[in-house]
């Protein structure tokens, strides 16, 4: 499964942030509108909510054929059986949740320089998170990556690139002609009044600014 994933629209939930009633509607309606990967994030739950969330979002990618990525913990992952986890830099190392997850889960990895996306790749990383790209209230302490960072990584790494940080339909522009695989959105879909309809606009924007539509 690993090998055939479109990155095209990344989902990364917010609880915070949505205007749905529950993370696992939240998803679907995104999924919809044709988002096609999600990532799981939930920073401020314990670790029972965090898998209880785990197992009914699951469900819900499951029917639609979406990979599920858990954020950050790798034992929700494997406890829930996710389709993979994706790690930061202050995380535990890409090389370690390799070990953990085997060779069949999917390891996505946060870059913001050409040195740890070189590494993350080198660690077994199926992807990159590359970014913030932009300020963003989501993640107000990272610090942002350049347009020639981005262009410098995308040259020397190999595996599919997803842009994080302030993506938007404003923003979405400046990023086609780099050969990246995907935009990784939170409030731009999951915080807007039609989840479904945001998300099929950031889509249908990606694959028209790339030539796919």
Not at 104 to 110: A, D, F, N, P, T
Not at 187 to 206: G, I, N, P, R, Y
């Amino acid at each position: 499964m690993k090998n055939k994933i479109d990155y095209t629209l990344y989902l990364c939930t917010d609880r915070n942030l949505m205007t749905s009633n529950t993370v696992e509607e939240s998803v679907e309606a995104a999924i919809k509108g044709g988002c096609t990967v999600v990532q799981l994030r939930e920073k401020d739950c314990s670790s029972l909510e965090f898998f209880e969330t785990a197992i009914k979002v699951k469900k819900v990618t499951e029917r639609y054929g979406v990979p599920l990525i858990i954020n950050d913990r790798t034992d929700i992952a494997l406890a829930a059986d996710a389709d993979g986890v994706h790690v930061g830099q202050s995380d535990m190392p890409a090389s370690v949740v390799r070990k953990l997850i085997g060779p069949e889960k999917i390891l996505g990895v946060s870059a913001s320089s050409l040195e740890e996306a070189e590494k993350a790749e080198a660690d077994g990383a199926d992807y990159l998170g590359v970014g913030a790209m932009y300020s963003t209230d989501t993640k107000k302490d990272a610090k942002t990556v350049s347009i020639e960072e981005l262009k410098r990584i995308r040259n020397k790494v190999g595996i599919p690139i997803v842009v994080i940080g302030g993506i938007n339909k404003n923003t979405l522009r400046n990023f086609t002609g780099y050969g990246i695989d995907g935009l990784a959105v939170v409030s731009a879909v999951v915080a807007q009044e039609d989840v479904t309809a945001a998300a099929k606009e950031l889509s249908d924007m990606f694959r028209r600014e790339n030539g796919e539509i």
